[in-house]
């Protein structure tokens, strides 16, 4: 179709003049989708405003980050370290780079789905609303092509049917997507982080199945976030701990949510990686100020060394939350140059 | 396909081929960049989020230009380099086919999923009364068998130029062909004879969902239409069905382009946060009858919350590539089209020289099985040339009509009526195809029948006659309002290429033929 349509509305005048009269600084910063909302929280904004900066974001996968042209901009904030490194050796940024918080990949679930699992072996619940997702058993289920009409009582809920697979994001420009897959690769591998060719090899072919059945993946996590809100999309989501706490702040209880926690996971370190001095002063501040990190607790961020902030700050959110991560492994992450070629033979 | 694409894109970057409705705001539009105005390339089933727009118009300040484009041709375009500069932000129905090209997705900075909606099938009542379907309870493989036994007719969009077309199809071809996970090559050859009994029940295909709706409405006689829920939604009279075995669902996000101003992305930025804030999803979903993306606004009344599967998109450009190619070349009902060119004395020169590549590109575009025939005309019909593409030797019958458009000349008065006339007796009743007639004419009628004789002669046309619709383009001194009662008769659509390219109002034909 080729129509052409009209002006929608007339512009209002005056927008130019946002900045005037207050000596604030105006970084600019390209972040991970899933800080979108942080930043645009009208409280962040005046706590930013009350240390002096204006800050405009624009959200891009982590992976993605690193085709982009950063020229003007003041800081680049994926969502792990790798990719931040990898940007921190582009453009020659001084280490250490600020991390002020961090958060597990989780998965989200309808309950319908989680009940299934679980009568199958494959997730235990805590509760209604959280669980533990066994990653053993669902890399195997994985490796036999496992459908939901093979679980016991998947047939009593219509949408449950096809091949059993967690919906994650484009390992090739997302964080998270990447993140998945060296999580997996960790368990396929026995509890040990690939670090050569051989190990990559090895997992090589289960991990291409994890990507290949989902078929086209979306580039960021706020993407299969909102699908799985809107009610469509795939019964299992991968996401940040962080996506669904600031779900449920902002929506006390969600029904029919259950979060899962897979018993290995990885932490997702926030990372930023200055790009001027601004940009470093304002990774600084996310880390040091009070109200900020009180912010981004509240946003479901964990600060970096300090548990008991986050648990105090989502008491309220416990029914879905494993506010002290029990029962869950870290996974260590590859060296990015490991976790990118997985990726890429992971996508075919 | 490939080659069509290449036309469209450039008949696109000049805004051409816009139909006279929309052509006269494009005259105030020169497509130059205005601060807190985004130009914004957008799938053509986002018109109706005008009241949408207007309202956050007032509220941030932010106009938005849209230019609408088929989901398969914006990708093209963004692809080629040529929305860079032209454009800062794309708002497609899903980005799915876009993820498939590199080239495109690298263009592409962020992406703000706005609203969704599921692929559905819409049916009359009467037809669910007589099938004794239970709404809430049906499943692509009951549809199929429908159609199979005679029972079910429907319409859908040409998967080609829409995206809601093209959801449609996946969405078929992944139920049909029993894949668990996300279509593969094989799965579509497999499903291939099961694929193409189903396209048999197609009586209505279309470039755009208003066009489909209002054929619909025209016939009378088509049982259902497939398309996205928010568009069935829409349509009186019927009852909007999500099949249990799946669907795919269009996500709408609203992406802003690498090569924009940044200040425009900012601008961008805003708009997205604007359209998710409660007070915009609330009005998006009982305005447009999409799903809120928000939890904290709830789907409009009579939007169904029961879930259904999600049928994953093909995860290679191949698979999506090649399913598009058989639906089009195999597994559709195959198009007869008459074109009825003006070849009077006025197309002298350059206008005879621009029909002539017009046409010459367009052969590009015809599809396997596919019957053209050329009828020129000046005082009367000069000629009737039928050409077949045969699968066996495509080449040939696409040569045969080259050479004809060739061998055109310019003489004589314009018999647009008389000519009309002759393509509906060359027509006869369709058969199993899509019948159309293109009316292409610089004038206006000044020998042979008369307007109120051709009106005369098509209400005494057979009803199966009557199906076929006129599609006339406007071009050099055409009377508007003549070719524009052509095609409220014969329930066609009015294209204009008075301004722009005559390729592209001929391109953009092809998804009603």
Redesign the interface.
Known sequence: MLLIGGVVAAVVAGRQGEDKGTATKTVQGVIGSEKAEFFADPDVVKALAAKGFTVKTESSGSWAMEGLDLKGYDFAFPSSQAPAGQLAAKYDVRQPLPRPFYSPLVVVAHRSAAEVLAANGLATLAGRSRGTLKMAAYLDAARHDRTWQQLEGADRHGELTGTLYIASTDPESSNSGALYLAAASYVAGGGKVAASTADIDRTAPLLRKLVSVQGAQQSSSDGPFRDFISGAGNPLVLVYESQVATLLGEQQSVDDLVVLYPDTTVNSDHTVVPLTDEGRALGDLLSTDPTLRKLAVEHGFRPQGDTAEFIAATAGRAAYLNQTLTGVRQAPVPTSKVLHEMARRARG | MRRRLAV?AA??AL?????AQ??K??S??DGAP????LRVL?S?EL?DM?PV??Q???DT??????????TLDAVDLVAKGKADGAYDALWLSS???L??RPDA??K??????I??S?VAIGVRQEALSRLRWKPADVTWAQIEQAVQDGELTYGMTDPA??NSGFSTLVSVASALSGA????TDADVAKAAPRLKEFFKGQQLTS??SGWLASAYARRGNVDALLNYESVLKGIPDLTVIRP???VI?A?Y?LS?L?AAD?AA??DV?RLA?ALRSDSAQRLITERTHR??????VK?AAGLD????????????RSVADGLLDSYENELRRPSRTVYVLDTSGSMRGDRLDRLKKALTDLTGDFRQREEVTLMPFGSDVKSVRTHVVSPADPGSGLDAIRKDTDALSAQGDTAIYTSLEKAYEHLGTGGDTFTSIVLMTDGENTSGAKADEFDTFYRGLARTEQETPVFPILFGDSDQAELQHIAELTGGRLFDARTGSLD?AFE?IR?YQ
């Open positions: 469209l008949a696109a805004l051409t081929g816009c139909t929309e052509h705001d494009a105030t539009d205005r601060p807190g105005t957008a053509s018109t005008k727009l207007e956050i118009g007032k300040g932010i106009t938005v230009r849209p230019t609408y484009l088929g980005n799915d086919y993820r498939l997705a690298k592409v900075v962020s992406e703000t999923p609203m969704s599921p130029r829409s668990q996970s996300a279509l470039g755009s249990t075995d799946g669902t996500d996000p802003s690498a940044p992305r900012q930025r946060e799903r809120p993306v928000v939890p904290s789907p919350t029961s879930r259904r599967r999600e049928l994953p998109f093909p995860g290679s592209g953009e998804g």
